[in-house]
C-alpha cells in the first residue's frame, strides 16, 4: 500500500508563491491517481486538483490559472505548484493516492498527513 508524506508549507503573503511536495513510497505509485485536497478551519475537505497516472489533470475552478499539479514517477512525487496565493487559499492542503471514476471524477484513497499553508494579507 502506498504511503504518502507532504512537504512544503509555510507562511507567505499574498500574491507569493508555493510548491507542495507529495511523496510516496510503494510500488503503485506510478498506476495510482494523485489528488490534491485542502481543508480550512471549518469547513470541508475539499478537492484542489487531481493527475491521472498517465499525466492528465483535473483542477478546479476556484483554483484554475493559479495552480498547477505534476509529476515525476521517476521521483515517485507529485507537486502542486500554487501562485498568486490569496488569505481564503489558507488551510491544511492533504495529499491521496485514488482513482478517477467512469465519469472522470476523482475518488480519494490513502491520505498523507498534511501541510499547512497560510497566506498573510
Known amino acids: 500500500q502506498v504511503q504518502l508524506v507532504e512537504s512544503g508549507g509555510g507562511l507567505v503573503q499574498a500574491g507569493g508563491s508555493l510548491r507542495l511536495s507529495c511523496a510516496a513510497s510503494?510500488?503503485?505509485?506510478?498506476?495510482?491517481?494523485i489528488g490534491w485536497y485542502r481543508q480550512a478551519p471549518g469547513k470541508q475537505r475539499e478537492l484542489v486538483a487531481a493527475i491521472s497516472s498517465d499525466g492528465r489533470t483535473n483542477i478546479q475552478d476556484f483554483v484554475k490559472g493559479r495552480f498547477t499539479i505534476s509529476r515525476d514517477n521517476a521521483k515517485n512525487t507529485v507537486y502542486l505548484q500554487m501562485n498568486s496565493l490569496k488569505p481564503e487559499d489558507t488551510a491544511v492542503y492533504y495529499c491521496t493516492a485514488g482513482s478517477f471514476n467512469w465519469m472522470g471524477l476523482f475518488r480519494p484513497g490513502t491520505w498523507g498527513q498534511g501541510t499547512q499553508v497560510t497566506v498573510s494579507s
Open positions: 510503494g510500488s503503485t505509485f506510478s498506476r495510482d491517481a
